[in-house]
C-alpha cells in the first residue's frame, strides 16, 4: 500500500513542474507572432498544407491557481482533515477546467479516498482519469497501474488484470515488479499456467541487473510449480531460496520442503542428506521436523543417530516425551542395541500408551536380552489390550509364536505347546507355529527317553 501511495503522492508532487511550460508557451507565442509577420504568403501555405497532414496535439497545462488548490487537498489529507481536503476539492469543482486539470484533480480526489482506505472511492476516481479526454500518456501509465492495485487489494482480479493489461500495452519497458504484479492476479484467478511466464520474466529481468530476486518472486515461483506438481523445476526453485536467502526466517522450511521434494522424486538419498544438512546447521526446531529426521534415519537403517537426535530433542524441549515419541525412541535404541536404554524408554512409552503395540516391543527387548520372567508379563499384556481396529494393534498370532519361545525357555513345554498350537491356526504363522509344535513334539520325546532310562 506505501508503494501504491508513493505512486499516487509523485503524481501530485510532478503538478509543481507543469507550471514552467506555461510561460515557455506564452514566450513562444510572441515570438511566433513576429516571425509570421516575415513569413511569405507562399510558405504559410505550405505551413498550412503540412498542418492538415498531421495535427500536433498540444500539451495542455495546469494552471498556478489550480495547482496551489490541489496542492492544499494534499496537505490537508496528509494531514487528515478529510473534511477540509473535501471541500476544496468541492469548490474546485466549481471552476472551469481544461482536461489536463481535471484529470489532476480527479488524481487527488483518489489520493484523499486512499488515505482513508476507501479503495472503492479511490478506484472510481481513477476510472473517471481514465474515461477522460487527453490524458496525457504518463498519467494514464500511473492511473492504470494505481488502478489494478486496487482493483487486487479489493479482490477484483478480473478488472485488476484487465488493467494490467492495458498499463503493459502503453509501458515500452515494463519493469520486474509489473510482471510480478500481473502473475499475482493471474494466480488469485488460478491461471497458473499464465502466471508462470510473468514471474520468471520479473526475475529474469533482476538477475540481468545483476541483482537477486526477492524471496516472495521466488515464493511465487515455487507455488506455480507446486500448483502444476512439477517438481524437477520446484527443487531447482527451492535451490535458489536457499542459496539466495539463507538467513531467511523461513530457511529451515525451504530445507524441509526440499527433501519432501527429492522424496516425490524418488530420490531417498539426496532427502536423507537434505534433512540431515539442515540439522547440522541447527535449522531444524520444531518437533515435526526433528521427528521426521529420525524416522528418516531409521527407514534407512541408522539407529543410533536417529536416537540421538530424539534425545537431543527431548534434552533441549523440541521434542515432547510422549507415547508416541518415546516408542521411536525405544525402536530407535532397540536397533541399534541400546537394550538397557531401550527398556527405559520403551517401559516408560508403554506406562503412557498402556497400548499392545508399546508392550510388544517392550517383551521383545526382554527376549533379546533373555530376561523370560520379564518377557513373558509384557507379551502377555500386549496379548490382553490388543484391540484389532486400533492403530497400536498388533498382529496377536505373531505374539502368540514369541510367548510360546518365551514358554519354551523357561521350560514349560506345555503352555508353550497351547501357545503355538493357536498360532498354527493363521496362514501368517502357520508354518513356525508347527515347526515349533515339532520340535517340542521331539523334544519330550527326549525328555520321556532320558526319564525312562533313568
Known amino acids: 500500500m506505501n508503494a501504491m501511495k508513493n505512486i499516487i503522492f509523485i503524481s501530485c508532487i ?25 513569413t511569405t504568403l507562399d510558405q504559410q501555405a505550405v505551413n498550412k498544407k503540412k498542418a492538415k497532414k498531421k495535427r500536433v496535439r498540444r500539451a495542455q497545462t495546469m494552471r498556478p491557481k489550480i495547482f496551489k488548490k490541489l496542492d492544499k487537498v494534499r496537505e490537508l489529507a496528509d494531514s487528515k482533515d478529510y473534511d477540509g481536503a473535501a471541500s476544496v476539492l468541492e469548490s474546485l469543482s466549481k471552476v472551469k477546467r481544461n482536461s489536463y486539470e481535471v484529470a489532476m484533480t480527479w488524481n487527488m480526489h483518489a489520493y484523499m479516498h486512499f488515505n482513508q482506505e476507501n479503495y472503492a472511492a479511490a ?88 541483482k537477486k530476486p526477492r524471496e516472495n518472486w521466488l515464493l511465487m515461483e515455487r507455488a506455480v510449480y507446486f500448483q502444476h506438481k512439477d517438481y524437477v523445476s520446484m527443487e531447482r526453485c527451492l535451490k535458489d531460496l536457499i542459496a539466495f536467502y539463507p538467513k531467511s526466517s523461513s530457511i529451515a522450511q525451504y530445507w524441509v520442503q526440499l527433501s519432501a521434494i527429492y522424496n516425490e522424486l524418488g530420490k531417498p538419498e539426496a532427502e536423507l542428506s537434505t534433512l540431515e544438512t539442515a540439522y547440522e546447521q541447527g535449522l531444524l526446531k520444531k518437533e515435526a521436523q526433528l521427528v521426521s ?39 530407535a535404541l532397540m536397533l541399534a542395541k541400546e537394550y538397557e536404554q531401550a527398556i527405559i524408554i520403551m517401559a516408560k512409552a508403554a506406562e503412557l500408551s498402556d ?50 519361545l518365551v ?7 506345555l503352555l508353550a505347546k497351547a501357545e503355538f498350537n493357536i498360532a498354527v491356526e493363521s496362514a501368517e504363522t502357520e508354518k513356525m507355529a508347527g515347526q515349533w509344535l515339532k520340535y517340542i513334539a521331539g ?7 532320558i526319564a525312562g532310562t533313568e
Open 14 to 38: 510532478g503538478l509543481s513542474a507543469i507550471i514552467a511550460p506555461a510561460s515557455y508557451a506564452e514566450m513562444n507565442s510572441k515570438s511566433s507572432t513576429a516571425v509570421e509577420k516575415n
Open 123 to 210: 478506484a472510481q476516481a481513477y476510472e473517471k482519469i481514465i474515461a477522460g479526454k487527453r490524458v496525457p500518456e504518463s498519467l494514464m501509465q500511473t492511473t492504470l497501474y494505481s488502478l489494478a492495485k486496487l482493483y487486487l487489494i479489493q479482490q477484483e482480479y478480473s478488472s485488476a488484470l484487465a488493467t494490467l493489461n492495458s498499463w503493459f500495452e502503453i509501458v515500452e519497458k515494463p519493469n520486474a515488479q509489473s510482471y510480478v504484479l500481473r502473475a499475482q492476479v493471474y494466480y488469485q484467478l488460478e491461471q497458473y499456467q499464465q502466471a508462470l511466464p510473468d514471474v520468471k520474466q520479473a526475475i529474469s529481468i533482476t538477475l540481468a541487473q545483476g
Open 293 to 331: 529426521l529420525a524416522q528418516a534415519m531409521l527407514g534407512k537403517e541408522i539407529p543410533y543417530k536417529s536416537a540421538q537426535i530424539m534425545l537431543a530433542g527431548m534434552k533441549n524441549k523440541n521434542i515432547e516425551e510422549n507415547a508416541k515419541n518415546l516408542s521411536l525412541l525405544g525402536d
Open 355 to 404: 497400548s499392545a503395540k508399546d508392550y510388544y516391543k517392550l517383551a521383545q527387548i526382554h527376549t533379546e536380552r533373555q530376561e523370560w520372567n520379564d518377557a513373558l508379563i509384557n507379551v502377555s499384556k500386549a496379548i490382553d489390550k490388543n484391540e484389532a481396529d486400533s492403530t497400536q494393534a498388533i498382529k496377536v498370532h505373531e505374539a502368540r509364536i514369541l510367548k510360546g
Open 407 to 413: 514358554l519354551f525357555n523357561m521350560k514349560d513345554l
Open 443 to 449: 523334544e519330550e520325546k527326549r525328555i520321556a527317553f
